[in-house]
């Protein structure tokens, strides 16, 4: 199995960025589909961005694609999202997911193992 663990969140105003990191231990990290989702208060957990083992393969919900960058060094165990242009309604907790078939599935419960999230915070 693998344990995941979330940084880089915080506060910051629409337009502005911020890097998510999500550390990985345990067994081998390139072996996992990693994927990124939030959650905001009173609603569901949604999807935001995937990528395959390789890193050769991403994916995005329209809501981010063109403002979010989903990335990883596989060789540091280290997934990242780069997020830019943040809008208020980006606000949420973050995680990161690892899933072990390296299939691209928006759906949270398809994922194997999950980390204990980040809060980021978008001020108008």
């Known amino acids: 199995q693998v344990q995941l663990v979330e940084s880089g969140g915080g506060l910051v105003r629409a337009g502005g960025s911020l890097r998510l990191s999500c550390a990985a231990s345990?067994?081998?990290?390139?072996?996992?589909?990693m994927g990124w989702f939030r959650q905001a208060p009173g609603k569901e957990r949604e999807f935001v961005a995937g990528?395959?083992?390789?890193?050769?393969?991403?994916y995005y919900a329209d809501s981010v694609r063109g403002r979010f960058t989903i990335s990883r060094d596989n060789a540091k165990n280290t997934l990242y999202l780069q997020m830019n242009s943040l809008k208020p309604e980006d606000t949420a907790v973050y995680y990161c997911?690892?899933?072990?078939?390296?299939?691209?599935?928006?759906?949270?419960?398809?994922?194997?193992?999950w980390g204990q999230g980040t809060q980021v915070t978008v001020s108008s």
């Open positions: 990528i395959s083992w390789s890193g050769s393969r991403t």
């Open positions: 345990g067994r081998t990290f390139s072996s996992y589909f």
């Open positions: 997911a690892a899933r072990e078939s390296d299939r691209i599935v928006v759906v949270p419960d398809r994922y194997d193992y």
